[in-house]
């Protein structure tokens, strides 16, 4: 494990939490990929992968024991070569893995804005299928777009609603899935 998992893993211990580490490479199977450029070429981004596979046993065994698993989002292809994955898209392929109920993304916003540059924008119920129109009209941009991507899939794979929420704003996933209003996006199938 790297230095940040080791890093979250003590920031979870210090708030009482039973963390494990788990090397991405052990857990995340994948095949290398590739970008296109404006011309619908491909484009080499080097050592970047996408997830297809979830050893879904290795989580499944750290929560019994009663662990937290903390997985970097680093994977191995069929040749156990090393690749970087998007953090949002490794975190939505184990949520459709392990047929998780609820994904919730920890952002620096407070959710989907209708109008990026307005925070008193937010769009509190988004269905997965006005998302294209979203993007189409760059309501979605940059960061946002590997987020919703991954949500919308795991949507499609029997995840049954997906979150935004601020990641600095205290107990932001407790008022977001047990409050009526919630307080961030929450992304559900439609």
Do not use: W
Not at 18 to 43: I, R, S, T
Request: glycine share 8%; with cysteine; proline share 5%.
């Amino acid at each position: 494990n790297g230095p940040l998992n080791a890093e979250i893993c003590d920031l979870l211990r210090q708030k009482g939490c039973n963390p494990l580490g788990m090397k991405g490479n052990d857990v995340f199977l994948c095949q290398k990929h590739f970008a296109q450029n404006e011309k619908g070429e491909p484009v080499d981004l080097g050592f970047v992968g996408e997830v297809n596979h979830v050893k879904t046993k290795l989580i499944k065994k750290a929560l019994a024991e009663g662990f937290t698993p903390v997985l970097s989002p680093v994977a191995a292809d069929e040749h156990d070569h090393t690749y970087n994955t998007n953090a949002d898209v490794a975190a939505g392929a184990v949520a459709s893995a392990l047929r998780a109920r609820r994904l919730v993304y920890l952002c620096d916003v407070p959710g989907l804005l209708s109008d990026p540059k307005n925070p008193e924008s937010l769009i509190s119920t988004l269905r997965a299928s006005e998302v294209a129109d979203l993007k189409a009209r760059q309501v979605i941009t940059s960061g946002m777009l590997p987020k919703v991507d991954s949500a919308v899939k795991a949507l499609d794979e029997g995840v049954h609603r997906v979150h935004f929420v601020h990641g600095r704003q205290p107990h932001s996933t407790l008022l977001e899935i047990f409050t009526d209003k919630g307080i961030g996006t929450e992304i559900i199938n439609g």
